[in-house]
């Protein structure tokens, strides 16, 4: 069989356990096939990823942060799975030689929100980035009835309409909310809202290996406001523990991070690419394998 080259796309992703994930998903199928990283720190160099891709020199792509927008846009086609969040984290190429844009952040979003919340009414996002819209689809999908939406550029100062992607937001049905951090009405309209919240999600990089270390972040949450049911959820999955986990952890509430998502989109991704469905228990031990070696590191 030919050996097949799938990429992750991103800037940036030396800190990716996604060739682990993938590597772990085709030796349990048998197959042959590579999965590389490519750090694309601009456009241009996204482009020149999506051009090998149409000539055939990689058979796929998944794309993570800050290209899930852009990769949408540039694709030949987009399935309605990614219309509908306006971002794709995955990149099939068609036997034309097209490039169709996915999301499967969605779906393995929504498994993880059902798995871990009893009932999921209020959602309370933090973040704009690529993969903020991806949460409140699958928020809505997973029964959410309010999805409020806050992010560091949301300035009361301003009009809301001018918030970065704020008519993308409300496309979807997030409301959106001053930056807590802004002023102290700001903080006050943030801590009522999360004094009704049944889920928390983290999506910025914040406490992300090789970025801020997220204690800023996490020194704005009221944890004291939160109901004893409420889930703090982190997309970030390496390091494993974040301020933002550690901080829900301290007011006895529930805290996950992004490891269970992650797995579950590049499942879905293999599938999309290959038309097979990967066992999961192998790429889940080979992520967390993984991730306890960069630990020890």
């Known amino acids: 069989m030919k050996q097949k080259r799938f990429v992750l796309i991103g800037h940036p992703v ?50 993570t942060v800050p290209w899930k927008r852009e990769a949408l846009k540039l ?4 399935a309605p799975g990614a219309q509908r969040v306006g971002a794709a984290n995955v990149l099939v190429r068609g ?15 929504v498994e993880e929100f059902q798995r871990l919340v009893t009932t999921v ?22 029964g959410a009835e309010v999805v ?23 496309a979807r049905g997030a409301a959106l909310a001053a930056w807590p951090g802004a002023d102290a009405d700001a903080q006050r309209r943030f801590n ?27 020194n704005l949450i009221p944890w004291e406001h939160l109901p004893q049911c409420a889930l703090a959820y982190d997309l970030i999955y390496n390091p494993a523990n974040t301020p933002f986990l550690e901080g829900a952890r301290a007011a006895g509430l529930g805290a996950e991070n ?30 967390r394998e993984a991730l306890a070696a960069r630990s020890r590191a």
Not at 192 to 218: I, P, Y
């Open 14 to 63: 030396a800190h990716s356990l996604s060739p682990a994930i993938h590597h772990a998903a085709y030796g349990a199928l048998g197959l042959p096939h590579r999965y590389e990283l490519v750090d694309c720190p601009d456009l241009a160099h996204v482009e020149r990823a999506l051009e090998a891709i149409r000539r055939g020199e990689i058979e796929g792509a998944n794309v």
């Open 75 to 78: 694709a030949d086609r987009v």
């Open 95 to 109: 036997a034309d030689g097209a490039l169709v844009a996915h999301n499967t952040d969605v779906l393995a979003l």
């Open 121 to 142: 009414r209020r959602v309370v996002v933090i973040g704009n980035g690529g993969a903020a819209p991806a949460v409140v689809v699958a928020a809505r999908e997973a």
């Open 148 to 170: 409020t939406v806050t992010a560091r550029k949301f300035l009361p100062s301003e009009p809301a309409e001018s918030w970065p992607h704020a008519a993308e937001f409300s």
């Open 192 to 218: 009522l809202l999360l004094s009704r919240v049944d889920l928390l999600v983290q999506c910025t990089s914040a406490g992300m290996h090789g970025a801020d270390d997220g204690q800023a972040l996490a």
């Open 258 to 287: 992004g490891l269970g998502m992650l797995v579950a989109q590049a499942a879905k991704a293999i599938e999309l690419w290959l038309s097979v469905v990967p066992p999961r228990a192998p790429l889940e031990s080979a992520a």
